[in-house]
């Protein structure tokens, strides 16, 4: 009975129905797309489109991407503006500090670890007190025959002239006044500057090419204390660096 | 109940007429109805006639702007006063973090961070204090742009230009949802990555990148097809913070008594669900404390030409 009185009053009603319908194909739509585009973020880290340098104390990549609540302290501490923040193009990256080398090496002259002290997540991990703890990477002679000591060639000049950007605090002139590489000239009789300007002890040493004592070559070897910091791929003259940091590489790994 | 109810609304709930009231109010419902057609039409125009006010709007966005620059201003000449960005940051030594942001780092990484704890248990009792969802129209930068974006959006519907295609605000639920477990699944951080919010704010500190054009795009969007989408269909930190807000002191209150409800205050408001009571025979008391969806953002303080809703810390005026 009753279902024989419904049919006549069910003629108005699709029209409120298919509007809530169409509403809540939109909005599956909308949250489709929204999921999707954030998904996106898959691409570059899996892929891995752009491997980065992360700063000193950076835990493993994965559990860095989660752990970094994406917040940069870290760039605001340091004093040589090494760290910079990960763009689109970094996926799940976006606001994930690492360190363009190149461009701006961490020259640990904080001393103590700043952004270390600043992660507030433990992202950069909080149990890297010392500069020699760190292990970013390890550096590599990346093209030999490009190496100015190798050569036995010496250096003249800023080594990295204008207009790079890039600065160091050196000691010898004011430890809390970084210079512009640009502006700092050096005169070399064969270039050393990967070791010379190395903030960590006994990381890198120049070892004499052969036996003769009038072979002015030199090759520059990395040892173990290597901590990976760039210093020596943003000093080195040659272009592009003769010296590179292989990122999150260790001691052993080939 | 009334708490759980709030709850239920802002989950994506439709707003139900109340079944039943208390005697104050059938007594006003009563004596309002006695008030007929010119007699209403001249109260309506009286109160129109004194008013226009954007006195919380001005000190929203005043307030929004400055919190916002003291990170800007304060990296940019290394005060040192607040660091960080609005998903983390140091004030003056003290740890905050972000509510919403710590549950994801948290749910990504799956350790409970004590730094974390402490700076969101600041946070927390803060934004408890505040209001909740106070958050979002007091500090996130991207409320301001997408509140200039609507004002687009309204001028070019006013000229029939763009329509609004509202959604289900159900949508904000299921996508929490989906992010808490995309977090947890994934192991990474994936709201983050499209947060406009943590997009923007670190934009302004630290230099805008491609990642603004996510944010643009965000922002057209709204502009042409769907009023406020990131804010009331999407972002999850809002939900987040709405908890918060639910059992806040500092609130909206809704005073039925002279009340024309012409509903000029639903019409400029985020979340209009929540002032469903403003509606005729909809308030089942004489005073309603806003929802906890609501972003405590004054525009309906501003809109209401009877003064009919007010700011309201919960207890300090019983105490005055």
């Known amino acids: 009975m009753t279902e024989q009185n419904a049919p006549p009053k069910a003629g108005p009603a699709p029209l409120p129905n298919n509007k809530t319908r169409r509403q809540i194909m939109r909005s599956i739509a909308m949250g489709g797309a929204v999921i999707g585009a954030s998904l996106f973020g898959f691409f570059p880290v899996l892929r891995k489109w752009t491997p980065r340098l992360r700063p000193p104390g950076a835990i493993d990549e994965t559990e860095f991407l989660a752990a970094c609540i994406k917040c940069g302290q870290c760039v605001q501490v340091c004093p040589v503006r090494a760290i910079r923040l990960g763009d689109l193009d970094e996926g799940f990256g976006v606001g994930v500090p690492y360190i363009p080398a190149r461009e701006q090496a961490c020259d640990f002259s904080c001393d103590a670890v700043q952004c270390v002290l600043a992660c507030p997540t433990g992202a950069l991990s909080h149990t890297i007190s010392k500069r020699e703890e760190v292990r970013m990477g390890l550096a590599r002679l990346d093209r030999p025959n490009a190496c100015l000591a190798r050569k036995g060639e010496g250096y003249k000049g800023a080594a990295r002239p204008a207009p790079f950007k890039g600065v160091h605090r050196y000691a010898e002139i004011d430890r809390w006044k970084p210079v512009k590489l640009a502006e700092y000239k050096y005169d070399l009789e064969v270039c050393d500057l990967c070791v010379r300007e190395c903030p960590v002890p006994n990381a890198i040493s120049m070892e004499p090419v052969s036996n003769d004592p009038a072979d002015k070559r030199r090759t520059p070897v990395v040892h173990q204390a290597c901590v990976g910091c760039g210093m020596c791929e943003m000093i080195c003259p040659t272009e592009a660096a003769s010296i590179v940091v292989d990122i999150r590489r260790k001691w052993g790994d080939a | ?320």
């Not at chain 2, 059938?26 to 008013?51: F, N, S, T, Y």
């Not at chain 2, 500090?139 to 029939?160: D, G, N, S």
């Not at chain 2, 605000?169 to 995309?182: D, I, K, P």
Request: charged letters at 20%; proline letters at 4%; aromatic letters at 10%.
């Open chain 2, 1 to 320: 109940m009334k708490l759980l109810t709030s709850l239920k609304i802002m989950l994506g709930a439709a707003p139900q007429r109340p079944t039943s009231y208390t005697p104050e109010a059938l007594a006003m419902q009563e004596a309002k109805r006695l008030v007929k057609g010119p007699e209403r039409a001249k109260e309506i125009k009286a109160a129109h006639a004194e008013h226009s006010s954007h006195k919380w709007r001005n000190i929203r966005w005043a307030t929004l702007i400055m919190v916002n620059m003291i990170f800007v201003l304060s990296f940019r000449f290394d005060v040192q006063l607040v660091e960080g960005a609005l998903t983390a940051s140091r004030v003056i030594g003290f740890h905050f973090a972000d509510l919403n942001s710590a549950i994801q780092v948290m749910l990504a990484y799956k350790v409970i961070l004590i730094n974390l704890v402490i700076g969101t248990g600041t946070v927390l009792f803060m934004w408890w204090l505040l209001g909740g969802r106070t958050f979002c129209s007091w500090t996130c930068p991207y409320h301001l742009l997408a509140e200039i974006a609507e004002k687009i959006h309204l001028a070019l519907a006013k000229r029939k230009m763009v329509v609004d295609y509202p959604l289900h605000r159900g949508s904000r639920t299921v996508l929490y949802v989906v992010f808490a477990l995309l977090a947890f699944v994934s192991g990474y951080t994936v709201f983050e990555s499209i947060s406009p919010t943590g997009i923007v704010s670190r934009a302004l500190i630290y230099g805008p990148g491609l990642a603004m054009i996510w944010v643009l795009g965000l922002l057209a969007y709204e502009i042409i097809f769907i009023r406020r989408m990131w804010c009331r269909y999407i972002c999850p930190i809002g939900l987040t913070y709405g908890f918060v807000g639910a059992v806040s002191p500092t609130r909206v209150t809704y005073n039925m008594e002279n009340c024309l409800h012409e509903g000029d205050c639903r019409k400029v408001c985020l979340v209009p669900h929540v002032l469903e009571c403003t509606k005729k025979t909809y308030a089942d008391d004489v005073n309603i404390a806003i929802g906890a969806d609501c972003t405590r953002c004054g525009l309906c303080i501003d809109a209401c030409p009877t003064g009919s809703l007010k700011f309201e810390i919960k207890g300090l005026s019983k105490l005055l």
